[in-house]
């Protein structure tokens, strides 16, 4: 049976209320922290859940299962805002760049030249945000830690993209603090107010190393299925 905390809407207020109280731990307005509520793989009706409880700020990791349901709950909520948290294929950037409000994976020149050429091409230029590999681990997308600057030099000098921030998953095995004590240097070092990082599991320690946005999955709609 649903119960408030089993509910979407119970789910979401229990975590709008943890994001308040970490903000608030950490001395930050908790308005400085964006919930990014990631319904991949997630039954439609748990989504619309969260949204008929207002939420309108989305993650999705999968061009394709994102067009097949958002395009409808846009239709009822204009105002619905997606991010691509997920690695893009080149292939696949009209379809992202038509449906996605924010890219949060940006992570080599290829791609960032085939959204640079899909921003132009339909003049709607989304914001993006670089991934970082911060455990330089081989099978997880992301700019290595070493190359990050010249990387995000070349995306805003040759590419010309709105770089608004970083994002990085760290390795499942370690402690995350450290993880995110490099993305927020590299970020100040770069100039970037965005701090794309925590999940599920440690978004509380994200905040406190001063996400601005926590991509929360599970916590917000249960277990995937
Ligand atoms: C699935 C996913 C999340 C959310 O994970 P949870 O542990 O369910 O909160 C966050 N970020 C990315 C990139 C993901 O793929």
Redesign the pocket.
Known sequence: METPESSAAGRLAVVMGRIAAAAGAAGRDAGSVRLVA?S?LQPEERIAGALDAGHRLF?E?RVQEAEARWPAFRERFPDIALHL??GLQTNKVRAAVKLFDVIETVDRPRLAAALAREFERTGRALPCFVQVNTGDEPQKGGVAPAGLDSFLDRCRTEYGLDVVGLMC?PPAEDPPGPHFAFLREAARRNGLAGLSMG???DFETAIRFGATHV?????VFGARG
């Open positions: 990631v991949k993650g990791n948290i997920g998953i999940m599920s599991a991509r929360i999955g599970s916590a």
